[in-house]
């Protein structure tokens, strides 16, 4: 299956735009592959993941956990461990497994609907 960027689904959250491209409702059943686009002095919401995720940046730099990350550098982010996405302009692309869940700072948990 081929999925263009153009076809990827966009999905908007807290002024941040995700786009799925390998996830379980385009064919992937085991990793979860989108990019985000972090606005100009993105403030993400600090989460956890219930996965490891591997965010590459294609465009741009972005902080995550305290790291300073520009265009060809990686941040591997361990499961349950809080962070943030915070910067840009950037695109970042983010691999993870299939079945991911967020847990908000207040405690609510979420599926986000870029990873199914």
């Known amino acids: 299956m ?22 379980p409702s385009r064919g992937s059943s085991e990793i979860a592959l989108w990019t985000v686009d972090v606005p100009e ?13 591997v965010f590459y940046v294609l465009s741009g ?9 520009g265009v060809g550098d990686a941040v591997v982010v361990p499961p349950n461990t809080e962070l943030a ?3 840009g302009p950037a695109r970042v692309l983010v691999a993870t497994s299939v079945g ?9 948990t979420i599926t986000p609907p870029w990873s199914v």
């Open 2 to 23: 081929l999925v263009t960027g153009d076809s990827a689904e966009l999905h908007e959250f807290g002024g941040f735009e995700f786009r799925s491209l390998a996830v």
């Open 41 to 53: 002095g993105g403030d993400g919401t600090p989460h956890r993941a219930s996965k490891e995720e």
């Open 61 to 69: 730099s972005v902080t995550i956990q305290g790291h300073h990350a």
């Open 85 to 87: 996405l915070t910067g």
């Open 100 to 108: 991911i869940q967020g847990t908000l700072a207040d405690g609510q």
